[in-house]
Each structure stands twice: as C-alpha cells, then as structure tokens.
C-alpha cells in the first residue's frame, strides 16, 4: 500500500473512553504532523515528529498524546475528550528538513472523530 | 512570523466560469508556494506549487504565478468543471535553513453548478 492511511476513518466515543488514532506511511518520509481540521476554523497544526523526535507542540491540551515508535508510524492516544474535540483529524508525512526546500506534505484521508 | 490570507468564501460559479482564488502571504526571504485542494471526505492533496518568484505553476487547467513584488500566488482556472468543487488552500514553506513546517491559508470553498 502507498501514501498516507489513517485508521480508524470514523470513531464515535464518549468522554471517559480511551482510544487511539493510528497513521502509517509508505513513502519513506522523515516528517510526520497531526493537523486538527474544525468546521469553519483555519487548520490547526498539532504536533511535528522529524527522525522519531517531536518538533513542534502547538499547546495541545495533554488529553491528546502522540507517539511515534518509528519514522513510518505516527499515533494520536486521545483520552478524556470533551465534545468541541470532535473534529476531522488529518494525518501528513514529508520529506522535510532545514535544507530541504518546497516542503511538499502529503495527506492521509482523515479520522471523522465524534466525542459524545 | 509566516502567514497566509486567502479570500473568503465559498465561491460560487457556474459551470464554464473562470476562477480567480486570491492568496496573498507575509514571509521572510523567498518561500515556495502551494495550492492544496481537498475533495469531500478526504485529505487535503497538492495541487500546484512554485519554488521561485516569476514561477509559473500548473495542473488540471489550474494555474498559478508566483509574484514576488505583490506577495501573491493567486489560483486560476479558465472554465471550471463540477468536478471541481472542493476547498482549496493556499500554502508557503520557509526557504531553506529555518523552520520547513509550512502556514496554510484558512481556505476557500468553491461550489460550481452545472
């Protein structure tokens, strides 16, 4: 399988549920984001992994946890939500670094999550 | 810091209609540009980009310039199909040497009627 894939495509949970969010990428990519995508509000960027190592935490409330065990895989554990969390979470990989130039990333097709 | 304005939408046209998406940005140097579109139910995907200024970039009939001189990358598209409705967003990566996580637009919906 090539690109980007993000399981689950849907997750409907409550607010005291445990689950995760799983993204895998084919490519050979060294960057991995989590972008939080909210009805009528800008794409907001979560969280950078470069070489296994986060980069970027854009304040996120500690109920959204990443984990990047290696360069291919990237997780979103989300434990103790509340409802504005439901929102479409959007997965991307790049080959990226500081000499690298037009930054291309690619998108996986999203997480629907509804937090009830 | 890095920043994206594009306007606001949705943007609504008729089949055959021609399509200008404004974008206009605030950088330091000379970052590359990027349009992203994203179809219902999926992930935002490349578009088009531009690397330098005067650049010119283009696919599936859209097109767009990279002006140095008015910080623009506009999006255009002489006659635009149904298939074409989605959001589209504009994008920059720094240049190379600083940060390469690129700032994204809030992007603009466009909805074409046949």
């Known amino acids: 399988e090539t690109g980007v894939t993000q399981t689950p495509r849907h997750l409907v949970m409550g607010m005291t549920n445990k689950k995760s969010l799983k993204c895998e990428q084919h490519?050979?990519?060294?960057?991995m984001y989590w972008y939080k995508q909210s009805a009528k509000k800008p794409l907001e960027l979560m969280f950078v992994?470069?070489?296994?190592?986060?980069?970027e935490n854009n304040s996120v409330p500690s109920r959204f946890s990443p984990e990047c065990p290696n360069s291919s895989h990237l997780f979103l554990h989300l434990h103790t939500l509340q409802p504005e969390d439901s929102a479409l979470y959007l997965c991307?990989?790049?080959?990226?670094?500081?000499?690298?130039?037009?930054?291309?990333?690619?998108f996986g097709a999203g997480s629907r999550l509804t937090v009830l | 810091g890095n920043s994206v304005t594009q306007m606001e939408g949705p943007v609504t046209l008729s089949e055959e209609a021609f399509l200008t998406i404004n974008c206009t940005y605030t950088?330091?140097?000379?970052?590359?540009l990027f349009w992203y579109v994203q179809y219902p139910g999926e992930g935002l995907q490349l578009l088009l980009k531009?690397?330098?200024?005067?650049d010119k970039g283009s696919n599936k009939g859209f097109e767009a310039t990279y002006r140095k001189e008015t910080t623009s990358f506009h999006l255009e598209k002489g006659s635009v199909q149904v298939s074409d409705s989605a959001v589209y967003f504009c994008?920059?990566?720094?240049?190379?040497?600083?940060?390469?996580?690129?700032?994204f637009g809030r992007g603009t919906s466009l909805i074409v009627h046949p």
């Open positions: 531009a690397t330098k200024a005067d």
């Open positions: 950088a330091t140097g000379y970052p590359s």
């Open positions: 992994y470069s070489l296994e190592e986060r980069v």
């Open positions: 490519l050979g990519h060294n960057a």
């Open positions: 991307a990989s790049s080959q990226a670094g500081p000499l690298s130039g037009a930054n291309v990333l690619t």
């Open positions: 994008a920059l990566s720094p240049p190379s040497g600083g940060s390469y996580i690129p700032t």
